[in-house]
């Protein structure tokens, strides 16, 4: 049996031009936060949990508290519906289609995103990818991107009672490079245009613009290999 791990948000949605808007202004109104930086790879952890670790510990040297937390998610959830409702979250080209048609090829599916939980199956449901059955690791697990992909394939193993004989991540952001190669995991990238070149700068040999081909798809998670490490490193 062979798993696939996927990222979320840009690998599976095309998530919405709001959303980042929405998550600063619900750390705003949330936690207080007035220094949100949205250019996310200057975080040490990209993964919602951990820029709210980080920029709350900057701004008042100390961490948020859980029910401050749990009410900052609830407030992004909100927003972000309202913005879904203007201009609806939809999913990649050939998502749906590829998580249909994988287990018929031999693989099975979990997902890793650095999304809290409430707000990526509020996504998923939204671009009609929502399904509870697929093992699913969020930010709540992390706040590091490797430890939120070990604990989906943690759970993929439990949930399909199998040890898998090849463990591919599948992701769109250089933070999803450099995990899959800190856990020596081939991988897959998505993405198009200057995204893709700063995926295969970052070490990715596989990079797809879209799930649109099928084939093409599984030919990579067949032959994908660990991403290297990029020059300077």
Known sequence: MKLVVFDIDGTLLDNLAAEDECFVQALRDGLGLNAVSAEWETYQHVSDQGIVIETYRREFGTAPLADAVTETIGRFVALLAAAHHEQPISPIRGAAELLASLPRHGWVIAMATGAWRRAAQFKLAAAGLRDDAIPLASSEDGPARTDI??????????????????????GDGVWDVDAARALALPFVGIAAGGRA?????????????????????????????????????
């Open 149 to 170: 992909v070990k604990t989906a394939v943690a759970r993929a193993e439990r949930h399909y009672d199998a040890t898998f004989d090849r463990i591919v991540s599948v």
């Open 197 to 233: 070149d700063r995926l295969r700068a970052a070490g990715a040999a596989s990079v797809l613009p879209d799930l649109a081909s099928g084939v093409a798809v599984l030919e990579m998670l067949e032959t994908a290999v660990i991403p290297s490490a990029p020059p300077g490193r």
